[in-house]
């Protein structure tokens, strides 16, 4: 029995003084976002989330590029292995929504290697307060 114990202390002392190792190594994550509506000139989206380089949920967080008309895009290195995020108009009083006007979830993503993503925004959470008020 003491022999097991012996074995049990040393496991756990290898476990509590193996080197801190980071997650990943610096992946790099490009998301690629379509609109079913073009935005105006001036708008911008952001991508939000909970890493540092997407402001934690806290600000706009990262602007996305327009390469098209109804095309957006970002890329940027993460070096956590989970990330979540939303995409906004630069607030979340301004978030994407389905086009029934449900505010989805945050998008996961596990990350193990370089990483492309695809998505599609129905509509933004402001659009239906301007054509709710525009029926009056």
Known sequence: MTKYLYILAFAIILVDCKPNMPKT???S???VLDTEEPL???DTIY???NDPVLGKFANKGLPMTRRAEMRWE???PIDSNHLQFKFTLGSMDKEAITNIG???????LHIVSDTEVYFVIEDWKMS???KDSSKD
């Open 25 to 27: 190594k610096n992946h």
């Open 128 to 130: 239906l307060e301007k």
């Open 40 to 42: 105006p000139d001036g």
């Open 102 to 108: 449900e505010i989805p979830t945050n998008s996961h």
């Open 74 to 76: 970002t890329k940027f």
């Open 29 to 31: 994550i490009k998301i």
């Open 47 to 49: 991508i939000t989330g």
